[in-house]
């Protein structure tokens, strides 16, 4: 079992930046992929982004393409989430994942492992 917490969401600006963290503790030698989904007011949690725990392989998606970007550090068992030129509509609770099938378009329900979420408000 692997357990995963989350920090750094807030409140910002439209055009402003922020860095979201997740510590992975437990069985950290059983992690693959981890990333990260979003869950707005009224709406549905969609995937954003992942990055694969070894080796190269990051997945983002479209709507946060080229904005975000995902990085780790193993020796921390922590990944990280930098968020640039954030708009209104990226307010939502992000939610830290751990499962091998995290990638574009995958459903949250069939992630096993969740943090408890974060939340990022973004001001016009």
């Known amino acids: 079992q692997v357990q995963l917490v989350e920090s750094g969401g807030g409140l910002v600006q439209a055009g402003g930046s922020l860095r979201l963290s997740c510590a992975a503790s437990?069985?950290?030698?059983?992690?693959?992929?981890m990333g990260w989904f979003r869950q707005a007011p009224g709406k549905e949690r969609e995937f954003v982004a992942a990055?694969?725990?070894?080796?190269?392989?990051?997945y983002y998606s479209d709507s946060v393409k080229g904005r975000f970007t995902i990085s780790r550090d193993n020796a921390k068992n922590t990944v990280y989430l930098q968020m640039n030129s954030l708009k209104p509509e990226d307010t939502a609770v992000y939610s830290c994942?751990?499962?091998?099938?995290?990638?574009?378009?995958?459903?949250?329900?069939?992630?096993?492992?969740w943090g408890q979420g974060t939340q990022v408000t973004v001001s016009s």
């Open positions: 994942a751990a499962d091998p099938r995290l990638g574009v378009g995958v459903s949250a329900s069939v992630i096993n492992s």
């Open positions: 437990g069985r950290t030698s059983s992690l693959y992929k």
């Open positions: 990055i694969r725990w070894s080796g190269t392989g990051t």
